[in-house]
């Protein structure tokens, strides 16, 4: 099943993250050079004539959220800027196994050539947005939020992804916002002084930049509260972690979770962390927490089957035997 043509969104549909180093061209280049080594492609070399060009097809082989559709984009430029791609569906669109959503057009070597880091980083992204959508949408009205256990390199890539299934950013790393996590708060000595610290560090130093707290405890609550109504402070959100406990029934006991937002009141942005599942999401966003963080959305997708074929026609034969188109 195909669908008619659509315009590419200009400028891109869902930017990616601002990051003051990160080259994704860089990336996409590593990417490339990881795959041709030394000699480029040797298969292609071997079997397909330099000047014989093609048309290969992107299908879906499972249901999910597109993502990756502008970063391929790029990767198919920076491999050959002659070639012409053609997508039917815009990043973020929910796609049903067997569309075929998109198409490349030119070079067969260089089709070849982009295909596997193309489909690697659009896999990643499409199951990243995919777990995202699901969450962002039992959480509400709660906002989803990635954490920093992102893989390796791929920070901004699994980030942008994030943004494609609806969730939002936490930080993107050591620079952009405080957080005073329980190590930090252990090192100084309690959470009033690390709290004291930062707000002496940030007015010293001239930094604007948000600052979030982790507590574990209603009485790391209190303090931090208790510090907040006796000094100008550059708080600006309470982390509750692992206040949703588990059950032996399977089930979340979400109290104390429920009681650190009610002692708060709004006070403060407060995000809840620690035991968030597709299961337990839905409860924990009706506690009245402003972000649920789940570093799962991350470091542990599960990539969607996404293909790119020349032989249309066969690939899908194939894929209804495999029950995979």
């Known amino acids: 099943m195909s669908a008619e043509a659509r315009p590419a969104p200009s400028p891109v549909a869902v930017p990616p993250p601002a990051h003051p180093t990160y080259d994704l061209s860089a990336v996409i280049t590593l990417a490339l ?31 999910g959220v597109i ?20 997508w039917f569906e815009d990043d973020g669109n929910f796609v049903h196994k067997g569309l075929q959503f998109g198409k490349v057009y030119g070079c067969a070597q260089s089709i070849i050539v982009a295909e596997r880091v193309v489909l690697n980083f659009m896999q990643r992204m499409s199951g990243i947005a995919t777990m995202t959508k699901a969450m962002a949408d039992a959480a509400r009205p709660a906002c989803i939020l990635e954490t920093r256990k992102t893989a390796p390199g791929l920070r901004l890539v699994d980030k942008w992804a994030v943004l494609i299934g609806g969730g939002k950013n936490h930080r993107l790393g050591l620079f952009d916002m405080v957080m005073i996590k329980d190590n930090h708060i252990s090192v100084a000595g ?21 600052v979030e707290v982790e507590t574990r405890t209603l009485e790391e609550v209190r303090y931090l509260l208790k510090y907040s109504d006796k000094n100008k402070t550059s708080l ?22 429920k009681d650190a937002v009610q002692l708060i009141n709004g006070r403060f942005e407060t995000e809840a962390s620690g035991n968030v599942t597709m299961d337990t999401v839905k409860k924990i966003g009706e506690t009245g927490v402003t972000y649920i963080s789940s570093g799962a959305l991350t470091h542990s997708v599960k990539a969607l089957d996404i293909s790119l074929k020349i032989g249309t026609e066969l690939a899908l034969q194939v894929g209804r035997r495999t029950n995979r188109a």
Not at 68 to 83: E, N, R, T, Y
Not at 196 to 206: C, G
């Open 67 to 86: 993502a990756g559709i502008s970063l391929a984009d790029m990767i198919f430029k920076q491999v050959d800027p002659s070639l012409k791609v053609e």
């Open 236 to 257: 600006t959100r309470i982390m509750l972690d692992n206040m949703v406990v588990p059950l032996p029934n399977g089930d979340i006991d979400v109290s104390m979770l």
């Open 33 to 63: 050079s990881e795959d041709a080594g030394d000699r480029g492609d040797v298969s292609c070399l071997a079997t397909i004539p330099i000047d014989v060009n093609a048309e290969a097809t992107f299908i879906a082989k499972e249901d």
């Open 190 to 210: 309690g959470i009033t002084n690390a709290m004291t610290s930062v707000d002496q560090f940030l007015e010293k130093e001239k930094l604007a930049v948000p």
